[in-house]
């Protein structure tokens, strides 16, 4: 499985950006497992952001996120996003999408197998 983003860049505060992640490889696999966005600022640990369940749709946010960014999947692109409004210049990282999750809720880099490389996302 590999997992490619695109979409980031450079806005100010107040802004939106959204952010994109196409998979390729297993794509019947994907289908059944959550998928994520995490997040990592310099000199801090990766954090959870938002995570959808292939299944079914159901979504899960960060306290930090919710009301402001807005996680969805299409299936028949093997697609998912990340629509990113109110930016703030805290939400500064590179961004990562992550696929093969067990638990949606926790947010947890741990428990997700495949990665892409990032797309930095920067707000002043």
């Known amino acids: 499985v590999q997992l490619v983003e695109s979409g980031g860049g450079s806005v100010q505060a107040g802004g939106s950006l959204r952010l994109s992640c196409t998979v390729s490889?297993?794509?019947?696999?994907?289908?059944?497992?959550?998928m994520a966005w995490f997040r990592q600022a310099p000199g801090k640990e990766r954090e959870g952001v938002a995570a959808?369940?292939?299944?079914?749709?159901?979504?899960y946010y960060a306290n930090s996120v919710k009301g402001r960014f807005t996680i969805s999947q299409d299936k028949a692109k093997n697609s998912m996003y990340l629509q990113m409004n109110s930016l703030k210049p805290e939400d500064t990282a590179m961004h990562y999408c992550?696929?093969?999750?067990?638990?949606?809720?926790?947010?947890?880099?741990?428990?997700?197998?495949?990665w892409g490389q990032g797309t930095q996302v920067t707000v002043s």
């Open positions: 490889g297993s794509a019947s696999r994907y289908r059944r497992y959550c």
């Open positions: 992550a696929a093969d999750g067990r638990v949606c809720s926790r947010l947890d880099p741990e428990d997700y197998y495949y």
């Open positions: 959808i369940y292939t299944g079914d749709d159901t979504t």
